[in-house]
């Protein structure tokens, strides 16, 4: 009986199972525990979850599959995780660049922001920054504006992963007339999109400064009875740092947490200036820092100490932050290269922040830091079928010694060929296949009209 | 009779004079002394030069032309200027990053080039540096190694500008067992090629560190008999500097003029630890500096005195360095974007290296920097015709409020469309065109396998 048992199981085990499909890649980076990296790899979907990784000719013997991918010129890794942006103002893209951050805020920003800013607004700049962001092999964004449910129905209709931040704000703002206005807005998001595949649903205080104690807590409340997390702006300037201390005789991140903002699932966004209490603190709540190299040092707003944080094992991801003036791009990649330069100009140690700690940060690390690791940011059974792959038939690939290395000190951007969210293909050999491309540049230089037209007047 | 003349000369006006060719753009960037920007501009090229610089519609009517480049989404401006490389090192690409600068040289970089270091590597690996370069948008580059006349013959076969530095050392080299030797080597090198319209031969001393007064002294009479350019390093670390006032009681810049060799066409890469007293001397003496911001910063050199440079009148330049660890690619357009926010984050000024002030770095200054700007760095009449344009019908270039900030905090490598040198053609809708991708490509992946053995040995 038992030896019946075992051929009828060996049989199973010699028909090969049917998947969706199959990637095959000269290099497969799984970003798993032991960081394998496997040479001729592949990886096989499932309803749009990872059925399988290994090398090619094991996986293409186990398993069949109704779409087959070959990349044998290829990087297949983990989808980037841009883990704080504002998309919507990629219609404000280098609106006022190389000026001081209040005049940038006050003469800039909020005046178009007020004028301008309107569901059709965020839908249509989100869009177009999925666009951006899915040609540079971003899957995953964790954003923060106003009108979210319309940024949140772009990234669904881009077919990208987002985590969509509703702000709440301690002043009238295009979508609420006071932060109670917000925390309502912000509910009504949440139970329309509570249960969607693709997006998280977040409640997004801005910052310390922009919202009373009343408002804080009434965010950390809705996240928590929703169970969705909570996005801010921590410690990004040497101000915010400053006045709190003067104000409440605590750092940015000790006050909050005295307001029990930490209690529960919290994505903190730059933390610049975080002391090694407050970091340990952090640690200890479970919070998530996404740091955004570039908007740092555009702003001028300092360096963060991340070599720090990652010593002391915590979660940090990376971020664009918005392209009005802090950037101005989505560009993952440049982050990845940003971070790791940054942290050795910092440090004055070129070990600091090696390649693979860089590409943690943009893949398994981010999930982390975002709370989402147990779905994405690593090639692993079970996991959402989020990936992309990288070219490396272009001159600035070749040679090629170390593939950690090449990704983040040469490869770009546009070095990334495809594009694949829960299984599905959004960007095939550099080109967005779903989207209507002429559509929305045409609605973006209609905003650009109108916005330049606004800040005349 | 008076008036039979005047006649003449406006029928000589009215009919079109012939030109080779005409480049429309939505907007020209002239980087002339008014950073004049035409919007629906056009450049005219005759005999390699630039015949008129305009609007379309003035030069469409004066000048007649061979053929027409029209380019209504996009920016047309002058070639980028790569003011410091080691271009054949594209070979040595990414191995060995996030080490130790003691260690990349002694472990990796000295031993790889020993034991790899040919006139074939010298050539193969600069036509492969040249590919990624024309398609970047870099038109003239400043280069730095060994076999340099084979470098010369690659960039001469390529289509690009170069000065070409022909390296002096203290110790054995892969071309030269002595200094002396290779200022032999260096002298048959400018008589081939003193009289080329696209190369122009240097004299390179390595460094103060690795030269004596002698080889120095040398370098700097051989550069001035022939009337060519000394290229050195100067002033890169902080040991550098340290050494020098240790054991000469000056700063290497000092000391190099101690030995006279700022007394004649001098151009400097990093000057990372420039005093004050170091600036104004460079400047009296017309030396003009390579900054390098990747490399400064993925070597932790330390942060250029760049703001203060500039503000000083300095001519300042932007360099890639060379890939294998310093950086690791040819992308000049991310050195414009990182020099600004260097900047910015070094001094904690927001204001600090404006994006037009980056795009004079990469074009007016950096030819000034280099000694050339009475050929390239603008756009104006009678100018080599080296230029660029840059794609707008990107994602990433949507909207548009000013043009600078787009170059500079924008746009990618990638979004070179074309580019240009003494009027011909090198690359064609982001295509080069004259290039042999596939050789250069199975050239490189033969050295990979090569180098990779002899590290292994």
Same mark, same amino acid.
């Given at each position: ?302 360096? #963060?100490?991340?070599?720090? +944080? ?8 990376? &971020?664009? !932050? %918005?392209?009005? *003036? @802090? ?28 390649? #693979?700690?860089?590409?943690? +940060? ?8 975002? &709370?989402? !690791? %147990?779905?994405? *940011? @690593? ?43 829960? &299984? ?34």
């Amino acid at each position: 009986m038992r030896r019946i048992w075992i051929s009828l199981l060996l049989l199973a085990a010699a028909r090969a199972e049917s998947v969706d499909a199959i990637w095959t890649a000269r290099w497969v980076v799984t970003e798993n525990a032991h960081r394998d990296v496997i040479e001729n790899g592949a990886v096989a979907i499932a309803n749009g979850r990872i059925a399988a990784v290994g090398p090619r000719a094991e996986i293409t013997r186990r398993y069949q599959a109704r779409q087959t991918f070959s990349r044998p010129e290829a990087i297949l890794m983990p989808g980037l995780i841009n883990a704080h942006t504002h998309a919507a103002m990629s219609l404000l893209r280098g609106i006022a660049d190389d000026v001081k951050l209040e005049d940038w805020l006050s003469r800039y920003i909020f005046p178009a922001e007020a004028k301008n800013v309107s569901p059709d607004f965020v839908y249509w700049g989100t869009r177009l920054a999925c666009l951006e962001m899915m040609r540079a092999g971003v899957t995953t964004l964790v954003d923060m504006y106003y009108f979210e449910d319309r940024a949140a129905d772009a990234v669904k209709q881009a077919g990208l992963r987002g985590v969509m931040g509703e702000t709440i704000i301690g002043m009238k703002s295009p979508d609420s007339a006071t932060p109670a206005d917000a925390l309502r807005f912000t509910e009504r998001f949440i139970e329309r999109f509570r249960n969607d595949p693709l997006i998280t649903p977040a409640v997004a205080p801005h910052a310390l400064y922009t919202n009373t104690p009343e408002s804080l807590r009434g965010s950390r409340a809705l996240a928590n009875r929703y169970r969705v997390p909570l996005v801010i702006h921590l410690a990004e300037t040497r101000t915010e740092d400053q006045t709190s201390r003067a104000k409440y005789g605590l750092s940015p991140a000790r006050y909050l947490d005295y307001l029990g903002v930490w209690n529960g699932w919290s994505i903190a966004a730059h933390g610049v200036w975080l002391d090694a209490a407050d970091r340990s603190l952090l640690k200890r709540r479970g919070a998530g820092i996404a740091h955004c190299p570039s908007s740092n040092m555009k702003l001028a707003s300092g360096i #963060a100490p991340v070599t720090a +944080m990652l010593a002391e094992g915590m979660n940090v991801g990376l &971020g664009t !932050d %918005g392209p009005a *003036g @802090s950037n101005n791009d989505f560009d993952l990649m440049e982050e990845m290269n940003l971070a790791a330069d940054l942290q050795k100009a910092a440090t004055g140690d070129p070990r600091s922040l090696p390649a #693979a700690q860089a590409v943690d +940060m943009a893949t398994i690390l981010g999930a982390k830091a975002i &709370g989402m !690791d %147990g779905q994405i *940011g @690593s090639l692993e059974p079970g996991k959402r079928a989020d990936l992309i792959t990288l070219r490396l038939d272009v001159p600035n690939a070749i040679p090629l010694y170390h593939v950690y290395s090449q990704i983040v000190y040469a490869l770009k951007a546009s070095d990334v060929e495809d594009t694949v969210v829960e &299984g599905l293909l959004l960007v095939e050999h550099g080109r967005a296949l779903r989207e209507d491309t002429s559509a929305i540049y045409a609605k973006a230089l209609q905003y650009q009209n109108q916005i330049s037209s606004s800040l005349k007047q």
